[in-house]
């Protein structure tokens, strides 16, 4: 059935989140092993008010940054299927809530990778807006800077992702909410879909007739709407689904 929609659409839109890189060992924020259910004050660190306001939870957030898996993983088989599906001439858009670069890294046309959260990849400076190459900055911090600040004003530094109490980048979730009206299945990919307005494409896409097919390993939110859920292990069943498509 998902195999059929999926092999009859002309353009299908994907929208991805922290389950499709579990499987290359970067843990989610909200599952039974999450980082935010195993550390709920891990959460500070992703508010922007709190991160702003105490240098501790500054210095704790560039200590996991250096640390974090991304910098080791690889994409795995999820990803690649969905470079598969691009180059088969199906893709519309990847649309992700992950901040991890991995799509690219698998071969995804970055021109087709909606990074609605942003990147960890890259600094910003929240005061001046300088972007720097994340390494750069955190070359910085293994030579001992706890908290660097920016070298162009001296502002405070963080990860250019949207973090709790920012908005988000108005072109970027405009891209997104055209690439999840202008398809005919969007496939929402280990996603939780309790964060919005990310979650809300998913109705978007229902709205101008979209397929909804659901690939989550918990229940969400969108599941009464969905045509399709499947909760078997996404770097499993995602190079099988999308090869009926290719």
Known sequence: ???????????????????????????????????????????????????????????????????HPAWGAEPNAGHRALVDLERAGRLRAIITQNIDGLHQKAGSDPGRVIEVHGTMLDAECLVC????????????????????PCLTCGGIQKSATISFGQTLKPEVFAAAERAAR???VFLAVGSSLGVEPAAGLCLDAVNDGARLVIVNAQETPYDRLADAIVREPIGEVLPTLLSEAC
Do not use: N
């Open 1 to 67: 059935m998902i195999g059929e929609w999926l092999r009859h659409a002309g353009a299908v839109t994907v929208l991805t989140g922290a389950g499709i890189s579990t499987e290359s060992g970067i843990p989610d924020f909200r599952g039974p092993q999450g980082v935010w259910t195993k550390d709920p004050k891990a959460a500070a660190m992703s508010t922007i008010g709190t991160y702003v306001a105490d240098p501790e939870v500054r210095r704790r957030a560039w200590r996991s940054r250096r640390d």
């Open 129 to 148: 807006g300088l972007r720097t190459p994340m390494p750069e900055v955190l070359a910085r911090v293994d030579l001992g800077e706890d908290d660097p």
């Open 182 to 184: 202008d398809c005919d």
